[in-house]
């Protein structure tokens, strides 16, 4: 009849050196993580997309992440995609005119400056800079303002809705009536 076996020593007396190391990993590991998940909660239900810009100013990830877009989008000459992170509400259709710094865009890097609105926080300009020296200047807005929900678009495209005007004539019954 033997003695019981002895109940291990907890790991971290032996290689203390090896769990510090796993421990500063780990940590680094929730940091970049946690990073990720900010970053998705930034730019939810905003278009954001990886294409080489410059973005200066105070500028929050969706918004360089919808400029980005943009940029790449018009470089393309993809309408769809334009569509897609154009302001919706009212309707707008992308047209040649919205093509219009197409070859600009695919000169090289280009460079953004996004400035918040002073009075409105839905609201920011851009200015954009192509590398071949070409300049527009646009809006950004949070669809938020327009009863929408929570995501940064550009003001590009043209409306929709047919020019507002008088209301079609409708006749009066007496003027429709046989005599």
Not at 29 to 53: E, F, K
Not at 71 to 94: K, M, S
Not at 95 to 109: I, N, P, V
Request: hydrophobic fraction near 45%.
């Amino acid at each position: 009849m033997g003695y019981p076996p002895r109940p291990a020593r907890f790991p971290f007396r032996r290689y203390p050196l090896a769990w510090s190391v796993v421990t500063v990993l780990v940590a680094a590991g929730l940091g970049w993580v946690g990073d990720a998940a900010w970053g998705a909660i930034q730019t939810r239900g905003t278009p954001t997309c990886s294409w080489p810009l410059k973005v200066q100013g105070a500028a929050n990830a969706a918004q360089a992440g919808l400029a980005r877009c943009y940029l790449r989008d018009l470089a393309q000459g993809d309408t769809a995609g334009l569509q897609a992170t154009a302001a919706d509400i009212p309707a707008v259709r992308i047209t040649r005119a919205d093509l219009k710094y197409k070859a600009d865009a695919r000169a090289g890097l280009a460079s953004a400056i996004i400035t918040l609105s002073p009075v409105d926080t839905t609201f920011a300009l851009i200015s954009i800079t192509f590398a071949d020296g070409a300049h527009e200047e646009l809006g950004m807005e949070n669809m938020v303002a327009m009863g929408g929900p929570n995501g940064w678009r550009m003001c590009i495209g043209s409306d929709v809705t047919p020019d507002s005007g008088p209301p079609p004539a409708v006749g009066s019954p007496a003027a429709s009536s046989p005599s």
